[in-house]
């Protein structure tokens, strides 16, 4: 007996690593899924963080119309969990065919090849010309596009135009500076009774990437990552100068700290702004939903885009989350995938997702087009988010360990913010840190 | 004989194996499956790759995070058991008492301990927000404003767990206590008062050796737990604050938040695990020292 649980003891353990094993390591060719028959039945499983909060429910249901020979599946789960939810079906060989994705961890599904490269169909299917540069925002350094973006969460300046009257400032213009801005809100910034807390804050600083750091540090002329986005940045004087541009605002008093805004309902900047006690902020557009149904009827405010460096430049810096098609699906179901991405892409999908925006803007240049023409859009120059973007528009430095480095630069960019650690003292860390979060990925 | 008696072993595995396949399906294969990790790389997504000491090597020596998270659940522990104990063996002493509505007493202290974990960290987080109640209240007498789970320092944040664990886990312990103490002999107490025995006496040389046994069992069970702890602290942690991380937190973090690091999670997992054995071991030894069953 006990030889017979020897054995079962050890068939189960070859049972279970067999079973944990993925693919081999290695890079997708560009597939052109040749074989696929548009007319044959399929089920088609689509993988989809925060449901119709994120992807409107008509654009499923019209493809749904469109395509009676493929059969849906809609795999629903909270944005944080989707991402554990996909790990393990991924570990299991069994996720969703096509599924969304923020573009960092889309970016590590595709240097691992667990998404397809999507380079050939794009350019067979897809005419280029009439969506913004952003429907190549997951090309890696190797020249594989892993995915198809989602909608562009894009960041511009958002202003009060009621405390800018009141203080007689005339609103940004579109060649505005970083250094204009912050003149302006030294001059916003309110201190009436004179309690050393200003009722009125002219900015509000945040520490994430795309709303913190990473404006200020292309801003001040410094990158990330290098070109091949294997070597840290982070020791160079430019980044260095933008962590601490990014805190200039709360040294000198015109910014109000995290830990009074951690303060204020909801935590964030975005209720205070909508009140009145900030005049500036810069923001992604998935806050436009939250501030227009936040806000009281005579609270006016608009946009402006990113103002102009210290270094005479413009960055545009976007969110592209990421539409990734399986590399372990069926030829069919890589296929019905591809159908359910072209029709995404479509002009009448893409509509959809300007009407809602619910987390960003489409890519289709003329559905932004209407939306910038449309004269009831609040904000009116609503543009300004997304109409830099082909000329300076920047994506968050994905790469295949980029929730590894952009982790640990999270934790210091916070310290650096809440006034806790220097930047001129923790960056030489920050740059160890990082790189050795990279050398672990790709020389491990 | 031996026809039968193998007839008989064969049904006899038959009626268990329901349970020894969901044994070995669910704890011993997973168990046996983890060692292994703890000595390769693993992202689940490629097979494992062996990598010899390497995890434990990180986890012990290079991990600049690793010790003070130890340091954290060790601090969280003491503090917790500690505090909680006596305030549980005060509040037995109470519940044990002869008031009216006592029952309704008991059912009080005992309800924090039915409310879920989140619920709990969510009241918790409200409590100490900067402009919350408690700041509020301690402004008055001219203390704070304190940062609780937001704070940079380590330790204010784990007494912010803390004092949330206390809030949530003393009626349990009480009750506990409470049964030990109801289940102390009145003819011990009764002897040791025509003794002349004092009632201080009568709590140190009778009383708690009495109770030493349920003290025993809440002490190695409550270390047990707070060495293990996880949801107080990712459910309190304030956005961008790591200043207090626990062991489970980092497991946690390495599992899912990063590129699967699986191997450092198990390799972490059972540090964490010998720690708790070692300290367990001690703790059974020491019980000779204090701890006296009644003959």
């Known amino acids: ?444 | 004989m031996c026809t039968l008696v193998r007839k008989h072993a064969r049904w006899g595995w038959v009626f268990v194996s329901p349970y020894v396949l969901s044994l070995l399906c669910l704890t011993l294969i997973p168990l046996l499956f983890a060692i292994y990790l703890a000595f390769c790389r693993y992202d689940m997504f490629y097979p494992p790759i062996w990598t010899g000491l390497k995890n434990f090597k990180y986890i012990l020596f290079e991990n600049e995070d690793v010790w003070p998270s130890l340091r954290t659940i060790w601090a969280f522990a003491i503090l917790q058991e500690a505090i909680k104990l006596s305030l549980a063996s005060v509040l037995a002493v109470f519940l044990n008492s002869k008031l009216k509505c006592i029952s309704a007493f008991r059912i009080i202290y005992f309800i924090p301990n039915l409310t879920p974990v989140v619920v709990t960290s969510m009241i918790f987080g409200m409590l100490y927000r900067p402009d919350g109640i408690l700041n509020n209240l301690f402004s008055y007498i001219g203390l704070g404003p304190f940062q609780y789970h937001y704070s940079p320092n380590w330790f204010e944040v784990t007494l912010s767990v803390v004092f949330m664990c206390i809030w949530s886990g003393v009626g349990y312990s009480s009750m506990f206590l409470l049964a030990g103490l109801q289940g102390i002999s009145t003819e011990i107490l009764e002897a040791a008062d025509v003794d002349g025995a004092t009632g201080v006496q009568k709590f140190l040389r009778v009383v708690f050796p009495l109770m030493s046994p349920t003290l025993f069992f809440l002490i190695i069970t409550g270390f047990a737990g707070s060495l293990q702890v996880f949801e107080p602290f990712f459910l309190l942690r304030a956005e961008g604050n790591s200043a207090a991380m626990v062991p489970n937190q980092m497991i946690y973090d390495w599992v899912w938040t990063s590129e699967g690091k699986i191997g450092y999670a198990a390799a972490f997992g059972f540090v964490v695990f010998f720690m708790v054995l070692i300290f367990t071991i001690i703790q059974k030894v020491a019980e000779k020292k204090w701890v006296h069953y009644e003959q």
């Open chain 1, 1 to 444: 007996m006990k030889k017979f649980l020897c054995i079962l003891l050890a068939f189960s353990m070859v049972f279970a690593l067999s079973a944990c094993t993925g693919g081999e390591r290695g890079i997708g060719e560009a597939e052109l899924l040749e074989g696929y028959d548009p007319n044959a039945a399929v089920t088609l499983k689509i993988g989809s963080p925060g449901g119709d909060t994120i992807t409107p429910q008509e654009i499923i249901d019209n493809f749904d119309a469109a395509f009676p020979n493929i059969t849906l599946e809609v795999d629903v789960a909270a944005w944080g969990e989707f991402q554990r939810k996909l790990k393990t079906q991924l570990a299991a060989k069994d996720p969703s065919h096509v599924f969304m994705n923020d573009s960092g961890y889309n970016a590590s599904l595709g240097g691992k090849g667990a998404v397809m490269n999507l380079k050939g169909l794009i350019d067979r299917d897809i005419n280029a010309e009439d969506y913004t540069a952003a429907l190549f925002a997951a090309t890696d350094a190797e020249g594989h596009v892993w995915g198809v973006p989602h909608a562009m969460n894009s960041i511009a300046i958002l202003y009060n135009k009621k405390l800018f009257d009141e203080a007689g400032l005339a609103y940004p213009t579109e060649d505005w500076t970083f250094e204009e801005m912050n003149e302006m809100a030294k001059k916003l910034t309110k201190d009436e009774n004179g309690d050393g807390e200003p009722e009125v804050y002219g900015y509000a600083s945040s520490y994430n990437i795309t709303e913190g750091y990473l404006p200020y540090v292309l801003a001040s002329g410094g990158r990330l990552l290098d070109e091949t986005r294997k070597i840290s940045q982070f020791n160079t004087p430019e980044v260095l100068k933008g962590f601490e541009r990014l805190y200039q605002p709360i040294e000198e008093g015109f910014s109000p700290t995290q830990q009074w805004i951690s303060a204020q309902p909801g935590g964030t900047r975005i209720l205070p702004f909508v009140k009145g006690q900030i005049a500036i902020i810069l923001a992604q557009s998935s806050n436009i939903r939250a501030i227009n149904e936040n806000k009281a009827d005579d609270f006016e405010y608009d946009a402006a885009p990113i103002p102009i460096g210290w270094d005479g430049n413009r960055y545009s810096v976007y969110v592209p989350n990421m539409w990734g098609i399986y590399s372990g699906a069926t030829e069919q179901e890589k296929g019905a995938a591809w159908e359910f991405l072209k029709y995404y892409l479509s002009e009448e999908a893409q509509d959809i997702t300007g009407k809602y925006c619910l987390s960003g803007y489409p890519i289709r240049k003329s559905t932004l087009s209407n939306i910038e023409n449309n004269e009831e859009a609040v904000p009116r120059n609503v543009g300004a988010y997304f109409r830099y973007i082909d000329e300076f528009g920047e994506t968050l430095f994905e790469n295949p360990c980029w929730s590894e480095w952009n982790g640990v630069v999270a934790g210091y960019a916070a310290e650096i913010v809440r006034g806790e650690k220097v930047a001129a003292e923790i960056m030489p860390e920050v740059h160890e840190k990082v790189q050795e979060a990279l050398d672990y990925y790709y020389n491990y």
